[in-house]
């Protein structure tokens, strides 16, 4: 099914590219002594992007439980990118405002998809 494939590759994108990031966000902290604050944030925003990973690994693969772990995932993003637009808005700009709300639409039609199609699958 096309929404499952769409859906598996952007989580696995997102999974992977995140991971990264997260990996080199926490080499620079800990090479720089910050705050133990900073480094539990890496660990939780790397622990989303192997989840991440897996489902859209799982997905691509026709997994039952992908499903499950992708609605998980796709709630957590959804809340994330809720509480960023409501508390923080356009502080960081207008592209950082437009990923989030991009993240946010992903997120609702990841969990719209996951629900609805999962059934038939």
Not at 41 to 50: P, T
Request: aromatic share 16%; charged share 10%.
């Amino acid at each position: 099914m096309l929404h499952f494939r769409i859906i598996s590759i952007v989580w696995l994108l997102l999974g992977v590219l995140g991971a990264c990031w997260s990996l080199f966000d926490l080499s620079r902290n800990l090479a720089a002594h910050a705050f133990a604050s900073a480094i539990e944030s890496d660990f939780i925003a790397l622990a989303f992007c192997i989840a991440a990973t897996f489902s859209g690994y799982g997905i691509f693969r026709h997994r039952r439980w992908a499903r499950v772990v992708c609605s998980i995932v796709s709630v957590v993003l959804l809340l994330y990118a809720a509480s960023y637009l409501l508390m923080i808005g356009l502080e960081f700009g207008a592209l950082s405002y437009a990923v989030i709300w991009t993240a946010a639409v992903f997120s609702v039609y990841s969990l719209f998809a996951a629900v609805r199609y999962g059934r038939a699958a």
